[in-house]
């Protein structure tokens, strides 16, 4: 059973900076692509970044330039530094990982984040 489990929401002012991790556990556990969701209320879930096994990462064009992501392969862990932040960043951001050799997509069960004055 696969589980991963996300941690450093929470709430901040206009332009701080806040930072996100996720840790992927599981028997056997291989994993390729990992990632960041986000989903604002009455909003569909969309990709904040994501990074492959090799280190290479793709962002939203609403956070390219303010949020890095990164991962360490030897803890299936990846993380996301999100600098600036915006009231419009306020969402639940849920990370991801897919297996390696079929594509499968594990869910975090997300963690809030609130950017606001």
């Known amino acids: 059973q696969v589980q991963l489990v996300e941690s450093g929401g929470g709430s901040v002012q206009p332009g701080e900076s806040l930072g996100l991790s996720c840790a992927a556990s599981?028997?056997?556990?291989?994993?390729?692509?990992m990632g960041w969701y986000r989903q604002a209320p009455g909003n569909q879930r969309e990709l904040v970044a994501s990074i492959s096994r090799g280190g290479s990462g793709n962002y939203a064009d609403s956070v390219k330039g303010r949020f890095t992501i990164s991962r360490d392969n030897a803890r299936n862990t990846v993380y996301l530094q999100m600098n600036s932040l915006k009231p419009e960043d306020t969402a639940v951001y849920y990370c991801?990982?897919?297996?390696?050799?079929?594509?499968?997509?594990?869910w975090g069960q997300g963690t809030q984040v609130t950017v606001s004055s």
């Open positions: 991801h990982c897919d297996r390696y050799y079929d594509g499968y997509r594990y």
């Open positions: 599981g028997s056997g556990l291989r994993i390729n692509v």
